[in-house]
């Protein structure tokens, strides 16, 4: 009941794998960090490199108890690789991962979340507006699905994949938020930003003055200005190495 199957995996897997295991164990913590995790619900998954396999935590291990070594490979449909695993997954939670696995083949990671102010947010007939600069980076690649209830249903998960499209932000009505990456890093820091923007949309909801936004001009001149100040060498890449080290300071046992 209360203790956990100890597992180290350390050289017994490739180093590529190893590597997005370190990186997504700390993408875990980071949510417990902000605030964002909420029990043992919602996922971030990453696929490993070169492969079609993919990483996700183990269903019952709050997201304090992720280590590099416990998250369990996967494929796309949900099945457990590893025979001789103690752990497994739960399936309902990965159905929206496979699905947008499925459908965006090129990115490595998926993350999604229950945060209360994107719920908010996305609940709201207008949903995310152009009050700040953490909203003109979401706004310039973002997509909204409406809530349909769990989605398990084949039918939710093609409009699903065709809500998201090529955005890199979504806002799951009723529900929560999930943002796409290139790199652990990058789902990382679009998701900082989608928080973010809601978090000052719901503070100046309630606001008496009249509210300056970011003129529409911007937003579509801000898509190109995201790629590089939030992903690429200057930006996701950038930052995500201090949040690796952050990760090391606060939880020094997250990468076994």
Known sequence: MYSIPHIDLRGKVSAVEWQTRVELAAAYRLLVMHGWDDLIHTHISARIPGTEDLLINAFG????????SNLVKIDIEGNVLDEDSPF???????????????????????LHIHHPDAIAVGSCKDGLLPYSQYAAFALASMSYHSYEGLAVNPDEIKRLQEDLGTANFMLLRNHGALTMGMTIG????????????????????????????????????IKAQAAIVHTGET?????????????????PHFDI
């Open 88 to 110: 497994s997954i739960n399936p309902a939670g990965f159905t929206i991962h496979s699905a947008v696995h499925h459908a965006r083949p090129e990115d490595q990671c998926a």
């Open 235 to 251: 930006g996701g890449q950038k930052a995500w190495p201090a949040m690796l080290r952050r990760v090391k300071r606060q939880y």
């Open 186 to 221: 990058d789902a990382f820091m679009h998701m900082y930003d989608l928080i973010r923007a809601c978090e000052i949309q719901v503070k100046l909801q309630h606001s008496l003055d009249s509210v300056h936004t970011v003129h529409a001009s911007v937003i579509d001149g």
């Open 61 to 68: 291990l709050a997201f304090e108890e992720v280590t590099a």
